[in-house]
Protein backbone atom coordinates (compact mmCIF):
# COMPACT_ATOMS: atom_id res chain seq x y z
CA UNK A 1 0.00 0.00 0.00
CA UNK A 2 1.72 3.23 -1.05
CA UNK A 3 1.90 6.01 1.65
CA UNK A 4 -0.18 9.09 1.20
CA UNK A 5 1.61 12.19 -0.32
CA UNK A 6 1.02 14.77 1.86
CA UNK A 7 0.49 12.35 5.17
CA UNK A 8 1.26 14.89 8.58
CA UNK A 9 4.46 13.87 10.28
CA UNK A 10 3.58 16.37 12.91
CA UNK A 11 0.37 18.30 13.46
CA UNK A 12 -0.25 21.22 16.62
CA UNK A 13 -3.82 19.90 17.96
CA UNK A 14 -3.40 22.48 20.72
CA UNK A 15 -3.67 25.19 17.85
CA UNK A 16 -7.64 24.96 16.77
CA UNK A 17 -8.25 24.99 21.03
CA UNK A 18 -6.16 28.10 21.76
CA UNK A 19 -6.79 30.11 18.60
CA UNK A 20 -8.94 30.87 15.36
CA UNK A 21 -6.99 30.50 12.53
CA UNK A 22 -7.89 33.16 10.07
CA UNK A 23 -5.42 31.78 7.09
CA UNK A 24 -2.84 29.36 6.08
CA UNK A 25 0.46 29.33 4.24
CA UNK A 26 2.59 26.54 3.03
CA UNK A 27 6.05 26.69 3.49
CA UNK A 28 9.38 24.81 3.06
CA UNK A 29 11.59 24.47 5.72
CA UNK A 30 15.83 24.53 5.88
CA UNK A 31 16.87 21.11 7.61
CA UNK A 32 20.08 20.20 7.83
CA UNK A 33 20.90 16.64 7.20
CA UNK A 34 20.49 15.20 10.87
CA UNK A 35 16.91 17.33 11.41
CA UNK A 36 15.54 15.93 8.43
CA UNK A 37 16.33 12.43 9.69
CA UNK A 38 14.77 12.77 12.88
CA UNK A 39 11.75 14.76 10.83
CA UNK A 40 11.17 11.44 8.68
CA UNK A 41 10.96 9.75 11.73
CA UNK A 42 8.22 11.68 13.49
CA UNK A 43 10.19 13.33 16.31
CA UNK A 44 9.03 16.63 15.99
CA UNK A 45 7.24 18.62 18.41
CA UNK A 46 5.38 21.86 17.39
CA UNK A 47 3.55 22.17 20.16
CA UNK A 48 5.00 25.61 21.52
CA UNK A 49 6.48 27.03 18.08
CA UNK A 50 5.68 30.06 16.41
CA UNK A 51 6.88 31.80 13.93
CA UNK A 52 9.07 35.49 13.81
CA UNK A 53 9.47 37.62 10.96
CA UNK A 54 12.78 39.85 10.43
CA UNK A 55 15.24 41.54 8.51
CA UNK A 56 12.81 39.89 5.23
CA UNK A 57 12.79 36.69 6.47
CA UNK A 58 10.67 34.22 8.29
CA UNK A 59 11.80 31.79 11.00
CA UNK A 60 10.19 28.91 12.59
CA UNK A 61 11.18 29.25 16.17
CA UNK A 62 11.02 26.77 19.48
CA UNK A 63 10.05 23.92 17.69
CA UNK A 64 11.61 20.92 19.00
CA UNK A 65 13.14 18.63 16.97
CA UNK A 66 14.76 15.57 18.75
CA UNK A 67 18.70 14.95 17.86
CA UNK A 68 19.35 11.68 15.13
CA UNK A 69 20.56 8.68 17.16
CA UNK A 70 23.02 8.15 14.35
CA UNK A 71 24.04 11.85 14.21
CA UNK A 72 27.28 11.70 16.76
CA UNK A 73 29.07 14.85 16.66
CA UNK A 74 26.88 16.33 13.39
CA UNK A 75 24.05 16.52 15.36
CA UNK A 76 22.23 19.69 15.41
CA UNK A 77 20.54 21.79 18.07
CA UNK A 78 16.97 20.54 18.89
CA UNK A 79 15.86 23.94 19.70
CA UNK A 80 17.54 26.06 16.83
CA UNK A 81 15.85 28.59 15.19
CA UNK A 82 15.06 27.17 11.07
CA UNK A 83 14.33 29.29 8.10
CA UNK A 84 10.60 29.09 6.39
CA UNK A 85 11.23 29.27 2.91
CA UNK A 86 8.35 31.47 1.69
CA UNK A 87 8.05 34.33 -1.38
CA UNK A 88 8.85 37.91 -0.52
CA UNK A 89 5.31 38.54 -1.09
CA UNK A 90 4.09 36.13 1.64
CA UNK A 91 6.92 37.29 4.11
CA UNK A 92 5.72 41.25 3.74
CA UNK A 93 2.00 39.63 4.42
CA UNK A 94 3.36 37.69 7.68
CA UNK A 95 5.22 40.84 8.63
CA UNK A 96 2.16 42.98 8.47
CA UNK A 97 -0.06 40.54 10.39
CA UNK A 98 2.74 39.92 12.83
CA UNK A 99 2.49 44.06 13.75
CA UNK A 100 -1.32 43.88 14.27
CA UNK A 101 -2.19 43.12 18.20
CA UNK A 102 -3.99 39.96 19.16
CA UNK A 103 -2.50 38.16 16.09
CA UNK A 104 -0.04 34.98 16.01
CA UNK A 105 1.49 33.08 13.45
CA UNK A 106 1.71 29.35 14.66
CA UNK A 107 2.86 25.89 12.96
CA UNK A 108 -0.31 23.85 12.02
CA UNK A 109 1.54 20.73 10.95
CA UNK A 110 4.71 19.64 9.11
CA UNK A 111 4.05 16.57 6.39
CA UNK A 112 6.66 16.10 3.09
CA UNK A 113 5.63 16.69 -0.03
CA UNK A 114 7.37 15.80 -2.95
CA UNK A 115 10.48 14.42 -1.38
CA UNK A 116 10.88 17.84 0.72
CA UNK A 117 9.71 18.89 4.43
CA UNK A 118 6.63 21.43 4.00
CA UNK A 119 5.25 23.06 7.12
CA UNK A 120 1.32 24.51 7.36
CA UNK A 121 1.61 27.70 9.23
CA UNK A 122 -1.90 29.65 10.05
CA UNK A 123 -2.55 33.51 11.62
CA UNK A 124 -4.09 33.12 14.34
CA UNK A 125 -6.15 35.55 16.93
CA UNK A 126 -5.70 34.37 20.20
CA UNK A 127 -9.16 33.05 22.41
CA UNK A 128 -10.38 34.22 25.63
CA UNK A 129 -11.23 32.17 27.76
CA UNK A 130 -14.97 31.93 27.39
CA UNK A 131 -14.60 31.02 23.84
CA UNK A 132 -12.27 27.80 24.79
CA UNK A 133 -14.65 26.54 27.02
CA UNK A 134 -17.50 26.58 24.16
CA UNK A 135 -15.12 24.81 22.03
CA UNK A 136 -15.13 22.44 24.58
CA UNK A 137 -18.90 22.69 24.86
CA UNK A 138 -19.26 22.20 21.19
CA UNK A 139 -17.07 19.07 20.84
CA UNK A 140 -18.54 16.91 23.96
CA UNK A 141 -22.21 17.96 21.93
CA UNK A 142 -21.01 16.40 18.63
CA UNK A 143 -19.62 13.37 20.55
CA UNK A 144 -22.69 12.49 22.56
CA UNK A 145 -24.63 13.21 18.88
CA UNK A 146 -21.93 10.85 17.26
CA UNK A 147 -22.08 7.73 20.29
CA UNK A 148 -25.49 8.52 19.96
CA UNK A 149 -26.60 7.67 15.98
CA UNK A 150 -23.97 4.58 16.30
CA UNK A 151 -26.25 3.47 19.07
CA UNK A 152 -29.05 3.46 16.29
Known sequence: MKKKENDALATNKKASYDYFIKETFEAGIALTGTEIKSVR???????D?????????AFLENVHIS???????????PLRSRRLLLHKKEINHLQIIQAQQ???IIPLKVYLKHG???VLIGVGQGKKQYD???TIKRR??????K????IR
Open 41 to 47: ARRINLK
Open 49 to 57: GYVQTYRGS
Open 67 to 77: EYKQGNIYNHD
Open 102 to 104: GMT
Open 116 to 118: YAK
Open 132 to 134: KRE
Open 140 to 145: DQDREL
Open 147 to 150: SKYK
